[in-house]
């Protein structure tokens, strides 16, 4: 018997199961899904944002088109090496053109090697959610999983219609992340330890530093 | 086994440690509390049913969703191996390395892979596993086991992890924190960057998705899932979940309850190895759902609701026993009052008999469990099962008689009363000499009436008597 069969036969003697047997919902049924989206007004959300990123230990950003972006995060990326994102808005926001900042990487060796090496990644957030704070990624050929990951400092630029509510809306929009990425990451804030003696340290794996940039208009 | 009264006595006396224990807990009781206050979360009860609910439908259904979940995996390009024991797991991952050549893998913080010695079964055949969560990977250098199901290292100072990192390390005796956690950053961004395979653990597993939940703050679970080629997940069978949907109630209650962070600071939500056109991710992709005894849980329909935790380490914290006896004086990886609970019963219940008498039953664990489980109605069946099993090995004999010869004196009043009389007589020398010495020495016993229920009785008889 294969350790397959095996599980599966003990869980289905254990709960008196046949096999192939639908979900009983008499004794424990499943609740409809929970989705809490508070209603709150939607031009709320950038300034709702900001203040919980800022919480969290990032510096905020609020700019009011693609132009503003560059001369907002220009003493930021000086002397500074970065790796960029292949996204489209990055694009539009002049990022990829400035001289310090390497893009277009479609090899996952050399990318991997470039973002280990540089001061910063930048990238733009899928979605965002104001309620904590929060970049929502899904990896695809505009945003790779490292970007955001290796440097130790993370720049996020987005357009303000980018932002949700919170969570649950994100799950209401996409029921089944899968489908579209294998890999979906919200990120809260910056990468932080309390495992000696409880004491926060910011930048253990992850960036220590992260920053959003929100643009008004897109 | 009996109770490892000598190691908890050193404990309970070792002021550092208490100090250190009821500093952690109490800063993590404080954290949870200020987020699932009414003005915060004012639909945190309704959470905590609906988490317990979706709990109680899938495990009632586990075959079901493990299927759905399997075959989703599958059609995402993954990998399911269902492993009955942690050999199995370990014989599967030791035969991949091979397979591939590789020496080396990371690993991200597993309580399911402590639970099975996952490091040490490898090692044993010269795979290296590292441990990259940082106090995991203290405790690594250190040979010893989490002190705490999210906290590991809870109980080491800046001196001991110095202290470690110079005996292991050969590092520069260095006592700031920030400094010891950079020098840890410099050493393991090496092997993430070395390693061909990463082994991650599952918070939640996806039927409808095909899809693992890891969630972190150090980003250690994130470089392990997607800088190596390939990823291998270990999950416990009662991991899984029917929807991402669900995930609305779980990661509302799971950061909350574990550090009082209404989100973690990384969430990943993984399927399958990276698609045609993605950058990077691995190119392989195993979920290891392992068995281990889970299946033996699901036996009784009120104990199987053990398997509805996930292992946010709330109920240690507000455990007046974890908080005063620690991590490491419980018999299993698993710790405080779930451990209690489900040590017995993966074990059996004659293996550590005195586990689920270590409570004073107050509740607390029960009250603040973000998935409603009923720990001290469980610890007091696991109890009833201990007893039994006892009493049919010949055990509570003694009690029997005692409860017998009790029953007898007390329907023959003129015995009862001249014994009565002589028990209040040598009741304050008895409990510090006899044999209840020591169930004497951990309680305060009232001090017997100087007059006893019948004389007072008698005397107000005549009294009446007199004054009619």
């Known amino acids: 018997m294969t350790a397959r069969e095996q599980i599966l036969g003990d869980i289905r003697r254990s709960l008196k199961r046949a096999a192939g047997e639908p979900p009983l919902v008499e004794a424990a049924p499943l609740p409809a899904p929970a989705l809490r989206v508070p209603l709150t007004d939607r031009n709320l959300y950038a300034d709702l944002f900001g203040k919980k990123f800022e919480n969290l230990g990032g510096k905020f950003f609020r700019v009011r088109d693609a132009a503003a972006v560059v001369p907002a995060i220009a003493e930021l990326l000086s002397q500074k090496s970065a790796v960029a994102s292949n996204s489209p808005f990055l694009r539009k926001c002049g990022i990829t053109g400035l001289p310090q900042v390497h893009a277009a990487f479609t090899d996952r060796d050399e990318l991997k090697a470039a973002c280990a090496a540089a001061d910063i990644g930048i990238t733009s957030a899928d979605y965002a959610l104001a309620a904590t704070g929060t970049f929502v990624m899904l990896s695809s050929h505009n945003e790779a999983r490292l970007v955001s990951l290796l440097p130790p400092a993370h720049i996020a630029i987005f357009p303000r219609s980018r932002l949700l509510a919170n969570l649950d809306e994100l799950l209401s929009i996409l029921p089944r992340p899968a489908d579209q990425t294998s890999s979906m990451v919200l990120i809260t804030g910056p990468s932080r330890t309390a495992d000696i003696e409880q004491i926060l340290v910011r930048g253990v794996h992850g960036p220590g530093e992260i920053y959003a940039v929100i643009v008004d208009e897109e | ?468």
Not at chain 2, 45 to 52: F, G, H, I, K, P
Not at chain 2, 266 to 292: Q, V
Request: hydrophobic share 40%; proline share 5%.
């Open chain 2, 1 to 468: 086994m009996k109770a490892p009264e000598t190691e908890i006595q050193q404990a309970v006396d070792d002021p550092r440690l208490q100090l250190a224990i009821y500093t952690a807990t109490r800063r993590l009781i404080d954290h949870r509390a200020g987020v699932v206050s009414d003005e915060v979360l004012p639909h945190y009860q309704d959470l905590r049913n609906e988490a317990n609910a979706i709990k109680k439908h899938t495990i009632e259904n586990l075959d079901y969703y493990l299927e759905q979940l399997e075959s989703n995996v599958i059609a995402h390009g993954g990998n399911v191996v269902f492993c009955r024991t942690g050999q199995e797991a370990a014989d599967f991952v030791l035969d991949l390395a091979k397979q591939r050549g590789v020496h080396m893998l990371v690993k991200s913080k597993s309580m399911t892979s402590e639970e099975i010695h996952f490091n040490e079964r490898l090692e044993k055949h010269h795979l290296e596993a590292v441990e990259t969560d940082l106090g995991e990977y203290i405790l690594q250098l250190a040979h010893q086991r989490p002190y705490h199901i999210v906290a590991p290292a809870l109980h080491l100072t800046r001196y001991d992890v110095a202290d470690v990192f110079t005996k292991e390390l050969g590092a520069e005796n260095e006592v700031v924190i920030e400094k010891q956690t950079k020098f840890a950053r410099g050493v393991l961004r090496q092997k993430f960057l070395q390693a061909d395979i990463g082994v991650s653990g599952a918070n939640f597993l996806i039927a409808d998705s095909g899809a693992i939940v890891v969630v972190e703050n150090e980003g250690n679970a994130r470089l392990s899932t997607s800088a190596p080629k390939i990823h291998i997940a270990i999950a416990g069978i009662e991991k899984v979940i029917p929807r991402a949907q669900d995930l609305a109630v779980f990661l509302n209650l799971l950061g909350r309850s574990a550090t009082g962070q209404p989100l973690t600071v990384y969430t990943s939500f993984l399927s399958g190895p990276r698609r045609a056109t993605e950058i990077d991710g691995p190119d392989e992709f195993y979920l290891l759902l392992l068995d281990n005894g889970r299946t033996k849980l699901l036996e009784d329909p009120e104990k199987r609701q053990s398997l509805y935790c996930i292992r946010c380490g709330a109920c240690l914290n507000h455990c007046p026993v974890y908080r005063k006896i620690g991590g490491h004086n419980y018999p299993w990886v698993y710790s405080g009052p779930i451990g209690a609970i489900i040590t017995p019963q993966f074990h059996g219940v004659t293996e550590d008999t005195w586990l689920p008498f270590a409570s004073s039953l107050c509740g607390a664990c029960a009250e603040v469990c973000p998935v409603k489980i009923e720990i001290p109605k469980l610890l007091i069946k696991l109890r009833e099962e201990v007893t039994e099993v006892q009493r049919r090995q010949g055990a509570g004999d003694l009690e029997r008689f005692a409860f017998r010869l009790f029953a007898w004196i007390a329907t023959h009043p003129k015995i009862y009363l001249l014994l009565a009389s002589l028990g209040s007589l040598f009741f304050p020398i008895v409990p510090k000499i006899g044999p209840l010495k020591k169930w004497a020495s951990q309680r305060s016993l009232p001090e017997p009436a100087n007059q006893s229920f019948h004389q007072y009785w008698a005397s107000r008889v005549a009294a009446r008597r007199g004054s009619s």
